[in-house]
């Protein structure tokens, strides 16, 4: 546990000073004001973290944490449900199917103007999107059960209901995490787009605050703010992982 | 104790219907042990799962000490072929998943569960999951989880199926110390002539399109010591083996 840790740590920092040097070549070649160099963005982001640059990463965190975190309490029983229940999913599987390819971001004029320019608006517009893909990944893994695991249960005296909570939220946690995971590159995208509207907290509008004004090395700043947030909500998400379904993590 | 009367299953959709069974009729006497052996697809576990009131016939009904089965029944322990186990679930979580189900007290059911596990040679392997043990040691944990529950009924399907032929005359005699402890029915489900001959007290040797018992061969001699060795072993093996050869053509 302990080596694979700092295995993973040493990963992290390969795939750091790769990009980092990629980003100085690049930067040096092209030599144009909008491509600072690596030291210029971390100067503004050590000048910047004085002043309320943390304040905008806190703001994007808990909007995003948050609506993770609903979009799971909402999509796994919506999907565990409709995956157990065939006449359930006859009813819902329609209504999923026509909006769920909808691009939820059209409907952004009305949600700010149904719940404000704040915080809530942004969670409700990452929240309908991950949503989906949470509910759709559940309901799938749930049908991929095999039916002897069910019965197998049920043989043992178990109650119906109880499938749910010792079979079926199982069984269907791995994929559920690899919905997570898809729908963290997810979410972070909408975020920024919903923060760069009418808004004067988070990221999204940091880095675009600093565009207009023509600051390409506190917009880079805003964009480093940006990858770790992802990188931290990925590193979440694993040790949540191993947390949660242990028996995927042993040796064989 | 089991009575199966004038059971028909039908499969699939209306128009397509395929007719597992039709006047099904069987009985099992309370300490037996049964064994069914049948060509691939002719029902056998079909008639497990009825057994097991996991399944409702079309037609017919079984009842179980006179009681008509409308669903699992608290002391029939069932083994599946496949799936049995849960891979997210240590094998002490596996074998104490019925006794928690059930919300029986705590401290008890440790107890037991220990007892078991230390039965079944499984204490060191007690926290490892399904996927790190091997086949024998999962079904010896399926075995164990059945017996938490002081079964009087032990349905088996096809337990053995996957294990080399040491480990699995050694389970056969473990099955065996099971059985004959107490006053245990069992109804097993096998491919193999010999594990039939030497586990089942009578044996069922069954049909197909729709299911039928094409012979029943008494098997007294089931579970006596050394009766593997004996000639009479044999020659139960080759009469069960001419009744399926007979079956097929
Ligand atoms: N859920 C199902 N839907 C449709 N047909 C089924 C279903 N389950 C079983 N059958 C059919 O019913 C017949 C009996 O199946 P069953 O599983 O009981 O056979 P079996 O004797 O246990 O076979 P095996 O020895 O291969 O395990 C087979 O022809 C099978 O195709
Ligand atoms: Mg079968």
């Known amino acids: ?252 | 104790m089991i009575q199966v009367s004038h059971c028909s299953v039908a499969y699939g959709e209306p128009g397509e219907r395929v007719m597992v069974y039709e006047n099904f009729n069987l009985s099992v006497s309370r300490g037996e042990s049964l064994v069914m052996i049948g060509p691939s697809g002719c029902g056998k576990t079909t008639l497990l799962y009825i057994m097991a009131g996991l399944l409702k016939p079309t037609e017919g009904e079984v009842q179980i000490d006179g009681k008509t089965i409308l669903g699992p029944r608290k002391e029939t322990g069932f083994i599946l072929q496949e799936y049995g186990l849960f891979p997210w679930l240590t094998v002490e979580e596996n074998v104490s998943l019925g006794l928690r189900v059930r919300h029986l007290p705590r401290p008890a059911n440790r107890s037991k569960v220990n007892a078991i596990l230390g039965e079944m040679g499984l204490l060191s392997v007690r926290r490892h999951y399904p996927s790190q043990l091997s086949g024998g040691q999962r079904q010896r944990v399926a075995l164990a989880r059945a017996l938490t529950l002081d079964p009087d009924l032990l349905l088996m399907d096809e337990p053995l199926s996957a294990l080399d032929a040491l480990t699995r005359e050694r389970l056969q005699l473990l099955l065996l110390e099971i059985w004959q402890r107490g006053d245990l029915t069992s109804v097993l489900v096998t491919h193999s002539i010999e594990e039939a001959v030497f586990l089942g007290q009578r044996i069922l040797v069954l049909g197909a399109n729709p299911a039928i018992v094409l012979a029943e061969v008494e098997n007294p001699e089931a579970g006596s010591a050394g009766y593997r060795q004996t000639r009479l072993f044999y020659e139960r093996c080759t009469q069960v083996r001419s009744l399926l050869e007979g079956g097929q053509t």
């Not at chain 1, 210029?40 to 993770?68: C, D, I, K, P």
């Not at chain 1, 119906?160 to 979410?187: C, E, H, K, N, W």
């Open chain 1, 1 to 252: 546990m302990h080596q694979k840790a700092s295995a993973q740590a040493r990963g992290y920092l390969w795939a750091a000073l790769f990009l980092w040097l990629v980003w100085e070549l690049a930067a040096r070649r092209l030599g144009t004001p909008m491509l600072p160099t690596p030291e210029m963005a971390f100067t503004a982001t050590l000048r910047l973290l004085q002043g309320n640059l943390g304040e905008h990463f806190w703001v994007s965190t808990y909007r995003v944490l948050l609506s993770m975190t609903l979009s799971l309490l909402f999509g796994v029983p919506f999907g565990l449900v409709m995956g157990f229940e065939p006449k359930v999913d006859r009813v819902l599987a329609p209504l999923v199917y026509i909006t769920y390819p909808i691009p939820k971001i059209v409907f952004l004029p009305l949600i700010l103007l149904l719940l404000g320019l704040g915080d809530q608006s942004k969670v409700f517009l990452i929240t309908l999107i991950v949503f989906f893909q949470i509910l759709v990944t559940t309901r799938d893994a749930v049908r991929k059960i095999p039916l002897e695991t069910i019965s197998s249960f049920l043989s043992l005296g178990a109650k119906r209901i109880q499938v749910y909570r010792y079979v079926l939220l199982p069984a269907s946690l791995p994929d559920v995490f690899t919905a997570l995971r898809l729908s963290m590159g997810t979410s972070v995208a909408v975020l920024f787009f919903a923060e760069s509207f009418a808004t004067t907290k988070g990221l999204g509008y940091f880095i675009m605050d600093a565009w207009s004004r023509s600051a390409p090395d506190e917009m880079f700043a805003g964009i480093l703010a940006m990858g770790v947030l992802g990188v931290a909500l990925f590193i979440l998400t694993d040790v949540m992982d191993h947390v949660f379904i242990r028996w995927q993590h042993v040796q064989r």
